[in-house]
């Protein structure tokens, strides 16, 4: 049994290693200090939500981080679904479907008017798992990105 629920500072170890292991997948170097900082900062700033999915030994084995949005022409919250990530041995019994449920409860109750999302055109499970949850590809648009040299 999984069990869905907001995680807090108290939760930062265990997702420290999820979300460094989801940024590996992405091609990221590994760096659980800076995930450390990171994760850190977003919940203690309340820049972030994060949820995540417990085993019935109440091991993290997925999560999902979210960031509040606005739009202008939607004249409301929008929720950037950024990150979702289940371990692989986990991967199969629905979990991301769980998160996703999570998140739009999430946006559900803060009043937005939608999740959005992202994922590389190569992430073929992510790409047949949003449209079985409802959302929709956005073909009309173009999705242009400004990189900083830091």
Request: net charge neutral.
């Amino acid at each position: 049994m999984i069990t869905i629920r907001k995680l807090t500072q108290e939760d930062l170890p265990a997702l420290v290693i999820l979300f460094d292991a989801y940024r590996v997948w992405y091609g990221q170097p590994s760096s659980l200090s800076r995930a450390d900082t990171f994760l850190k900062e977003r919940i203690a700033r309340k820049e972030s939500m994060v949820f995540g999915a417990l085993d019935k030994e109440d091991h993290l084995v997925g999560f999902t981080q979210l960031y509040p949005l606005f739009s202008s022409t939607r004249m409301g919250r929008i929720w950037l679904l950024n990150d979702l990530f289940v371990v692989p041995n986990y991967r199969g019994q629905g979990i991301s479907i769980q998160l996703i449920d999570r998140a739009k409860r999430l946006a559900a109750d803060t009043n937005s008017v939608g999740l959005l999302l992202e994922t590389e055109k190569t992430n073929d499970i992510g790409n047949n798992l949003y449209p079985r949850t409802g959302f929709t590809l956005e073909e009309d648009f173009n999705h242009y990105f400004w990189s900083a040299k830091i």
